[in-house]
């Protein structure tokens, strides 16, 4: 299982990105995948996350500027970043499991499977 995160880069504040995962899952369909973030000194902390059944969870962080969305047919899930801040600025990780419940979706134990994480620095 391979997931590979990508469209990280440095942007202004008040700018867009357009992070994707790219998962090399059987039954990707059937997976929960989320993005989480970890800025440096700081814990891994949950940004978003998107079930089987296309409904989808948002840290109060980001809520109203992110957004998350899958395409299963390529594989793929997408996290479209909206008025980003500086505070914004983090690794992202994207991660994935098929057997999350919905009152774990929030945390990293939840995830078998992990990409190695896009960059996405805001400057101010």
């Known amino acids: 299982v391979q997931l590979q995160a990508s469209g990280g880069g440095l942007v202004q504040t008040g700018g867009s990105l357009r992070l994707s995962c790219a998962a090399s899952?059987?039954?990707?369909?059937?997976?929960?995948i989320a993005w989480f973030r970890q800025a440096p000194g700081k814990e891994r902390e949950f940004v978003a996350a998107i079930r089987y059944n296309g409904y989808a969870y948002y840290a109060d962080s980001v809520k109203g500027r992110f957004t998350i969305s899958r395409d299963n047919a390529e594989n793929t899930v997408y996290l479209q970043m909206n008025s980003l801040k500086p505070e914004d600025t983090a690794i992202y990780y994207c991660?994935?499991?098929?057997?999350?419940?919905?009152?774990?979706?929030?945390?990293?134990?939840?995830?078998?499977?992990w990409g190695q994480g896009t960059l996405v620095t805001v400057s101010s």
């Open positions: 899952l059987p039954t990707f369909s059937r997976y929960t």
């Open positions: 991660a994935a499991d098929s057997g999350v419940i919905l009152s774990s979706i929030r945390t990293t134990s939840a995830y078998d499977y």
